[in-house]
C-alpha cells in the first residue's frame, strides 16, 4: 500500500530535505524513525526539496509498506522524532499517486521584519533597508506574465537540457505590524527560485533596479543578472494542493 504522510517542521536544524552524506536532512530522520518503528526499510518520497534552513508548516511525502498501520502510529513516530519535526496525518492513498508529481500547486510565503527583534530572527530576516512595497507589489505582478524563470535558478541547475518553466498564479506582498510578507504560489518552484526573486523585488524597492529593470532580469533568462538571495530563515512552505479526486 502507499501511504500518505503529512508534517511540519522547523528547517533551521536541518541542511534541508533532501538526504545528503554527512549531514542531517529532514528526509533522513523521517526515513529512519520510520524504518525503526515499522521494522522494515522505508524510502520516503518528498512533494517538494527545500533547502537549507527552510521551514515547511506543511509537507507531503509518500512511502510503500505492506501492512496496516496502527490508529496510534502517528502518537509514537512524533515522540520519536525530533522536536523540530511534526507529523500531522499518515493516510493511504491510490497506488500510483506521487507526493512529488501529482502535486498542482505550491505556495510559500517569506517574512522580514524592519525592526530588530531577536525573538523573531529564526523565522524572519531582519532588513533594515528603506523599502518600497508598493514598487515591489508592482513587480511583483510581473511575474505571472512570464514562464522561463531561468534567471532566478541556481547557476550550477541552469543548462540546455533543464526545465526552467514554471507556472506562477499569484505573488504578492502584505505587511502587518512593520512585518512584510511575500506570498507566492505556482506549479512548481526551482532551486532557490523564490529567495532569489525576494532578492531581486528588495533590490526594486530599494530603488536600486528599476521595474523595467526587473522585467529585463526575468526575460534575459540568465542567472548571472541576479546575484541576491535572501536568507533561508524567513521562507516557508506553507501549502501543497492536490487534485481532489485522487485521495482514497
Known amino acids: ?5 503529512e508534517l511540519a517542521y522547523n528547517g533551521k536544524y536541518f541542511f534541508g530535505w533532501q538526504i545528503q552524506k554527512k ?25 517538494s526539496r527545500t533547502d537549507k534552513g527552510v521551514h515547511a508548516k506543511q509537507m507531503f511525502a509518500h512511502f510503500d509498506y505492506e501492512e496496516k498501520i496502527e490508529n496510534n502510529f502517528v502518537d509514537r513516530l512524533n515522540i520519536f522524532l525530533p522536536n523540530s519535526i511534526r507529523v500531522f496525518n499518515i493516510f493511504p492513498v491510490k497506488k500510483n499517486l506521487h507526493a512529488r508529481f501529482d502535486a498542482i500547486k505550491r505556495t510559500y510565503k517569506y517574512y522580514l521584519t524592519q525592526e530588530k527583534n531577536p525573538f523573531n530572527q529564526d523565522f524572519s530576516w531582519y532588513c533594515f533597508y528603506p523599502i518600497n512595497i508598493q514598487k ?26 533543464a526545465n526552467n518553466i514554471c507556472q506562477i498564479y499569484h505573488a504578492y506582498w502584505s505587511e502587518d505590524n512593520n512585518v512584510l ?40 533568462k540568465n542567472s548571472n543578472f541576479c546575484k541576491l538571495i535572501v536568507p533561508a530563515c524567513g521562507l516557508f512552505l506553507t501549502q501543497i494542493l492536490y487534485p481532489e479526486d485522487i485521495f482514497l
Open 181 to 220: 510578507c511575500f506570498t507566492i504560489e505556482a506549479n512548481r518552484f526551482l532551486r532557490s527560485m523564490v529567495r532569489s526573486i525576494i532578492g531581486t523585488l528588495i533590490d526594486v524597492g530599494r530603488n536600486k533596479i528599476s521595474i523595467d529593470e526587473f522585467t529585463k532580469i526575468i526575460e534575459l
Open 1 to 5: 500500500m502507499r501511504f500518505f504522510i
Open 136 to 161: 515591489m507589489n508592482i513587480a511583483s505582478k510581473k511575474l505571472v506574465e512570464y514562464k522561463d524563470f531561468s534567471s532566478f535558478c541556481k547557476k550550477k541547475r541552469t543548462n540546455e537540457n
Open 23 to 47: 549531514v542531517s536532512t529532514v528526509e533522513e530522520k523521517l526515513e529512519y524513525c520510520l524504518s525503526k518503528l515499522l521494522k522494515t526499510s522505508i524510502n520516503v518520497v518528498g512533494a
